[in-house]
């Protein structure tokens, strides 16, 4: 991931190659913003030159989503790039998102390997008490979308997967 489009100027979505500054390193980056020209929200991905050279297929769903396909030795792999709405944004909005969401999944191959990444704007918490393990704080309705999102398609909350020491889980 790489910061959001609007931070580095780009509006609509492409790809232009960026310099790592004082070094001799440079990134093939793919954004997808607003259309309308408000610079509000954006995904990207930076690709190093041997990914690039292994791309596919680059996706701009949208200013909340974009999915790029990569060759692999095995298994094609896929990386969905996401920006999900905040709690306090609009239900409908919340499921639009969700729904493109779902629609580039099912757009997937399953032999590929998926990888889904971004800010989701949730808390997944506790849950219940068979969940302690997960989280701290209290889920809210955002993380309880993610996770019914995870669980219908058969994915992982990797950054929850993993009992943490409890001084690591507070930010």
């Given at each position: 991931?790489?910061?959001?489009?609007?931070?580095?100027?780009?509006?609509?979505?492409?790809?232009?190659?960026?310099?790592?500054?004082?070094?001799?390193?440079?990134?093939?980056?793919?954004?997808?913003?607003?259309?309308?020209?408000?610079?509000?929200?954006?995904?990207?991905?930076?690709?190093?030159?041997?990914?690039?050279?292994?791309?596919?297929?680059?996706?701009?769903?949208?200013?909340?989503?974009?999915?790029?396909?990569?060759?692999?030795?095995?298994?094609?792999?896929?990386?969905?790039?996401?920006?999900?709405?905040t709690l306090d944004a609009d239900e409908v909005t919340k499921d639009a998102i969700y729904d493109s969401l779902q629609a580039v999944m099912d757009g997937i191959s399953p032999i590929n390997f998926v990888v889904i990444a971004g800010d989701f704007n949730v808390r997944t918490g506790t849950?219940?008490?068979?969940?302690?393990?997960?989280?701290?704080?209290?889920?809210?309705?955002?993380?309880?979308?993610?996770?019914?999102?995870?669980?219908?398609?058969?994915?992982?909350?990797?950054?929850?997967?993993?009992?943490?020491?409890?001084?690591?889980?507070?930010?």
């Open positions: 991931m790489w910061p959001a489009p609007r931070r580095l100027g780009l509006q609509d979505h492409g790809h232009k190659s960026i310099k790592v500054p004082l070094s001799d390193t440079a990134y093939n980056l793919y954004y997808s913003g607003p259309m309308d020209g408000s610079r509000h929200h954006g995904v990207a991905l930076a690709l190093s030159d041997q990914a690039n050279n292994a791309l596919l297929a680059w996706e701009p769903v949208s200013s909340h989503l974009a999915r790029v396909r990569l060759r692999g030795a095995l298994f094609n792999i896929s990386i969905i790039a996401v920006y999900a709405p849950g219940d008490a068979n969940n302690r393990h997960i989280a701290i704080g209290d889920r809210c309705s955002n993380g309880e979308r993610l996770i019914d999102f995870a669980a219908a398609n058969r994915l992982t909350v990797s950054s929850t997967r993993f009992q943490h020491p409890w001084r690591h889980l507070v930010t």
